[in-house]
């Protein structure tokens, strides 16, 4: 899940009569913490924005999600309500959500907030829609996940976690079948005595006690 942090910027903008006037703008950046957010916003308008600028405020935005429709780039923001049932109690909770549409006016925002809800599981309202005053939005895009800093080098995928100890177990296995079969050499089975053969032989005392009657 996405986390938003909404970035007011502040810099010099020249209007149409060529003249500078001082403007405050917000954008909306993924990042994973204000440090990322403040670092990111300056790296992407740094190339936008002609002259200095002043990052003044960023806080954490409520929005959960954006839709973007490549026609138009004015965003609007719905309030997205819904009903879902306690895990615990049973009882019935209301859901309230923000969500961003790119949108020419209201009306094509609540349509297209609709058609990009439509696999939703359960019913929503959209009782609430606002022109936003959001001049653009960075997302994060896959060069930007390239640029992601590696994981610690003392720490492995799970999936070769799982291989390695896989590994380790076969060979434990192989080990104690091994240990198994030096015990079963050097403790050869004894042989079995037949019953059968053991009364075909005389017995020593019946055959002294005949000679003495003789």
């Not at 030096?182 to 089975?189: G, H, L, Q, V």
Request: glycine content about 2%.
């Amino acid at each position: 899940m996405r986390t938003w942090f909404l970035c007011k910027v502040k810099y010099a903008k020249e209007n149409e009569q060529g003249l500078l006037k001082n403007v405050s703008e917000q954008y909306l950046i993924d990042a994973v913490s204000f440090t990322e957010a403040e670092a990111r916003i300056y790296d992407m308008l740094g190339s936008v924005i002609r002259g200095d600028f002043q990052v003044t405020n960023i806080s954490k935005s409520n929005i959960v999600d954006v839709f973007f429709y490549d026609d138009i780039d004015v965003w609007h923001k719905c309030k997205i309500t819904y009903v879902v049932a306690d895990a615990d109690s049973g009882k019935e909770k209301k859901v309230t959500q923000y969500m961003l549409v790119t949108a020419h006016d209201v009306k094509e925002a609540y349509d297209r907030i609709h058609e990009s809800l439509s696999n939703m599981l359960v019913t929503f309202r959209v009782p609430d829609i606002n022109e936003s005053p959001i001049v653009e939005i960075f997302p994060y895009e896959s060069e930007d996940e390239e640029l992601l800093p590696p994981p610690p080098s003392n720490l492995k995928p799970v999936s070769e976690v799982k291989a390695d100890q896989a590994r380790r177990d076969e060979a434990r296995a192989a080990s104690k079948a091994a240990e198994m079969e030096e015990e079963d050499e050097d403790y050869p089975e004894e042989p079995e005595i037949n019953e059968e053969d053991d009364q075909d032989e005389p017995d020593i005392q019946d055959m002294d006690e005949e000679d003495e009657d003789r």
